[in-house]
């Protein structure tokens, strides 16, 4: 077999800096923005939301206002493993033309395993929690409005999250109801023809939705994930920290972050290839440290019921 067709053993930070393009559908960590930190364990300290008291009134004279403690809770992390092999035999790096291409091949699909299983991690976070209330296409504008003031003292941008497949259910619901159908109708696909074939696609329904409820974004997963197993008729209101600020947390309450261990000080990756010689083979190990850490549970609101 000829050499040039076998990687390069050992840890690769070449193929590690390589970017995944991620599929349309990887919100994850805009929801639970990552934290990069130096060791896989450690204490987390961060804001609560501090429930509002009445200002005082008629305070007398020389005397002290009625003080109410404002202080920080702690939790702690610990960011474990994951991992995943692809290989590519010498001879499919030659169809790949050659075993460049391959060694991104490779380091590509094993990374992306990894982005699946942290997504997975924050997906479980969002709508696997405890329900709060059940869907109703009739009350769904009541209903959010009541999701949006359970969080309202959460910092960020209001969202809405979950898996196109719900979102379309959800519209197909509203368009069928008798009271917002028309009203909902006419938000998304306008009045004209004109206007009307520009409001048949997705992101037109989104838009429209986001207005109808009053969220300043609607995130849509990837069905794979968002949609599989008890989240498939689910969805949740929650607060988006913006993520610009890595230690947000300790003065703003936000509902999480996602703890991911920096090997070398600057990238989570670590790809590792192996030219195995005795199988005739390539490996290519993709490997990352994480921990998805809820700050702050009751920054999501989440509803149940969205049935086909």
């Given at each position: 077999m000829n050499d040039a067709y076998y990687t390069e053993t050992g840890e690769r930070p070449d193929l590690a800096a390589i970017e995944v393009n991620p599929p349309e559908g990887y919100i994850g960590t805009k929801i639970m923005p990552i934290v990069p930190v130096s060791e896989k364990t450690g204490t987390i300290y961060y804001a609560t939301v501090i429930a509002d008291a009445a200002a005082e009134t008629?305070?007398?004279?020389?005397?002290?206002?009625?003080?109410?403690?404002?202080?920080?809770?702690?939790?702690?992390?610990?960011?474990?493993e994951a991992v995943k092999r692809g290989t590519i035999t010498?001879?499919?790096?030659?169809?790949?033309?050659?075993?460049?291409?391959?060694?991104?091949?490779?380091?590509?699909?094993?990374?992306?395993?990894?982005?699946n299983a942290i997504e997975s991690a924050i997906a479980a976070v969002v709508l696997g929690g405890e329900v709060d209330d059940a869907f109703d296409s009739a009350k769904l504008l009541d209903d959010s409005?009541?999701?949006?003031?359970?969080?309202?003292?959460?910092?960020?941008?209001?969202?809405?999250?979950?898996s196109p497949m719900v979102l379309k259910r959800i519209v197909r619901n509203m368009l069928q109801d008798v009271n917002y159908g028309p009203m909902f109708s006419r938000l998304i696909a306008g009045g004209s023809p004109a206007q009307a074939a520009t409001g048949m696609n997705f992101k037109s329904w989104m838009t429209g939705l986001a207005m109808f409820l009053g969220v300043d974004e609607i995130l849509a997963g990837d069905d794979?994930?968002?949609?599989?197993?008890?989240?498939?008729?689910?969805?949740?209101f929650c607060k988006l920290d913006d993520g610009a600020d890595e230690l947000s947390h300790k003065w703003k309450p936000v509902l999480g972050k996602t703890f991911q261990f920096m090997p070398d000080g600057s990238n989570p990756w670590v790809i590792q290839a192996v030219a195995d010689r005795v199988n005739v083979?390539?490996?290519?190990?993709?490997?990352?440290?994480?921990?998805?850490?809820?700050?702050n549970a009751t920054a999501i609101y989440l509803f149940d019921g969205v049935a086909a």
């Open positions: 008629g305070r007398a004279a020389g005397a002290a206002p009625s003080a109410s403690a404002i202080s920080d809770s702690n939790t702690t992390f610990t960011a474990a010498p001879d499919e790096a030659k169809t790949m033309g050659g075993i460049e291409k391959a060694d991104a091949v490779g380091a590509k699909w094993g990374k992306r395993q990894v982005m409005q009541t999701a949006l003031d359970a969080i309202r003292l959460y910092e960020g941008r209001t969202a809405l999250v979950s794979t994930i968002w949609n599989a197993g008890t989240n498939a008729e689910r969805f949740a083979n390539n490996l290519y190990d993709a490997y990352s440290w994480y921990n998805v850490v809820t700050l």
